[in-house]
């Protein structure tokens, strides 16, 4: 399927997406009655903390299919989720803040959602350092999978947070109950916002497994030109 | 005039995602160099 989908489509549709969901973004959606104009991070905050939380999800996915069946192709995708996944939750963090600012008059707070998401963002950090840097074969990716798995869990709490506690983080848009929600042209972008982070984040780490495919090909000619 | 906070929040965004993509297409462009070096030096060492 993979091969079906040329990586130059895939960026070109990812890049035409993106136009589409600024263009939803400055034009189409309506100002928000209460923070003006400023609430228009809310567009790229959400898809960029939606899309660092699958990424561990995908994380996860990949890990237990490194477990279970040593597969080489699951463990690669599990890493190149999480460096993705890392660049959107750098996102979160920096976007987050830029809009609390004026929306709350304090850059950060540490109630539960943002505290959570920063622990996520340290494991990622934590994941990413483990791969660079323990280089026993087997027993890096098998580590690196518990940090995963912690870290997925760290991402159920992330996304639970608003929901099991009160936080001065705004209470969830989506499955929030009574109260919660927004205007339908405020829904039709964010959809899109987020279709379009994800199809970038996809087009990223096929990128990514592209070089992990490189460095075992560089790797194994290396170990022929010693042997030879 | 655009809101100065929702200027940097899009700016920084795009900043990071594209240094990363820089960061991704030097690697690339260095490993290929690199492969190609020793698929060279791997003929040459099977020719002699």
Not at chain 1, 77 to 91: L, N, P, Q, R, T
Not at chain 1, 168 to 181: A, D, K, L, R, T
Request: hydrophobic residues 55%; aromatic residues 18%; charged residues 15%.
């Amino acid at each position: 399927m993979v091969k079906k989908f040329p990586m130059s489509i895939h960026l070109g549709v990812a890049l035409a997406w993106m136009v589409i969901a600024l263009y939803l973004i400055f034009l189409y959606a309506p100002e928000e009655l209460t923070m003006g104009e400023v609430q228009r991070i809310f567009y790229i905050h959400f898809s960029l903390a939606m899309t660092a939380l699958f990424a561990y999800f995908f994380v996860f996915v990949g890990s237990i299919g490194y477990l279970w069946k040593r597969s080489r192709a699951s463990d690669d995708f599990a890493h190149a989720s999480a460096e993705v996944g890392f660049i959107y939750c750098c996102g979160v963090l920096i976007t987050g803040p830029l809009w609390a600012k004026p929306a709350w008059g304090i850059w950060w707070a540490w109630d539960a959602r943002l505290t959570s998401t920063f622990i996520l963002w340290l494991l990622y950090i934590a994941y990413l350092m483990l791969r660079a840097y323990v280089t026993n074969p087997g027993r890096t990716e098998s580590l690196a999978a518990v940090v995963g798995a912690l870290g997925f869990i760290t991402s159920i709490v992330d996304y639970m947070a608003i929901r099991w506690w009160r936080t001065q983080h705004p209470q969830p848009v989506i499955g929030g109950g009574e109260g919660s929600g927004l205007e339908p042209r405020m829904w039709i972008t964010v959809f899109v916002t987020w279709g379009a982070f994800l199809c970038l984040f996809f087009y990223l780490v096929r990128v990514r497994l592209g070089i992990a495919r490189l460095r075992r090909e560089v790797t194994r000619l290396r170990q022929e030109l010693v042997a030879t | 005039m655009v809101n100065k906070f929702l200027f940097l929040a899009y700016a920084f965004v795009w900043i990071i995602f594209m240094v990363y993509a820089w960061s991704l297409s030097r690697r690339q462009s260095r490993l290929q160099r690199e492969m190609e070096d020793l698929k060279a030096r791997t003929e040459k060492a099977a020719g002699e």
